[in-house]
């Protein structure tokens, strides 16, 4: 669990400096592309091991301990979550 709140936390602060570097990208800095290209190598490297993580270590060991209306609540929670 420790390990999946970190990868969130690195991963949003990743997110935010990459939103960052693309508005700086569109303003004209075409300096930042190297940073660009690390933070997204980053991501790719993260993201496919927390994945697998969650989906098939945490999540299914987490939904033995809800009933069958907690885990509907929960996915539909994550499907509006993810829409946005």
Aim: charged share 35%.
């Amino acid at each position: 669990m420790e390990k999946l709140i970190s990868d969130h936390e690195h991963s949003r602060k990743l997110v935010g400096e990459l939103r960052d570097l693309n508005e700086r990208l569109w303003n004209g800095e075409s300096t930042v592309n190297r940073d660009i290209s690390r933070i997204l190598a980053d991501l790719v490297t993260v993201y496919p091991d927390h994945i697998h993580r969650e989906d098939r270590m945490f999540f299914p060991q987490a939904m033995n301990y809800l009933d069958h209306q907690e885990r509907e609540a929960m996915v539909q929670a994550f499907m509006e979550f993810d829409r946005h």
